[in-house]
């Protein structure tokens, strides 16, 4: 990293000196190596100067940098990013091998995610339901039109009554 930090810092200065637009390669290994760091900070950095260089157009890479932001955006979790620039890439570079490979598997996370997301709603409900059971049963209210609870308890030992404090 501080190799390509320098690198990239003596081609900022030179560019300014000569008047001229910064290297684009060598902003795009800067910019990739931040991206691989474990800091939120240089991760963030990367992903910028990655975005900029797609802006920027004049970069004959441009597969390659958002191959590189797909892939970090995956590392982190964000998973609609990583499809968003996957499939940026793929209508870039429709046969790009390891491109169509993220995104299939990013895909495949998300819908991991859904259903995993589906399963807590469905735990929820459940657990939801059964609270509204143990609630009506302890305000003694009919569930579905019938006697009421304490009705159906034999001598007044409604499962309840352990809430009241008398």
Known sequence: LSQRAEAWEEEVTQAARDYRDVDLTIKFQYAWTL????????????IQLLEAIIEENRYDHVD?????????????GNLAE?????????????????GLTLHRTVLARQKDREQANLQAIGVAAAVAGVAGAVLLECLDLPAGGGKGAEDEVAG???????????
Do not use: N
Request: with cysteine; glycine share 8%.
């Open 35 to 46: 991206c691989k760091t474990q800091g939120e900070h240089e991760t963030r950095l990367g």
């Open 82 to 98: 990583g499809r968003r620039w996957t499939e940026f890439l793929l209508r870039h570079s429709p046969d790009h091998s390891a």
């Open 64 to 76: 390659d940098c958002a191959y590189c932001l797909a892939a970090t955006h995956m590392a982190r």
């Open 156 to 166: 007044g030992s409604h499962p309840c009554r352990m809430l009241e404090p008398w």
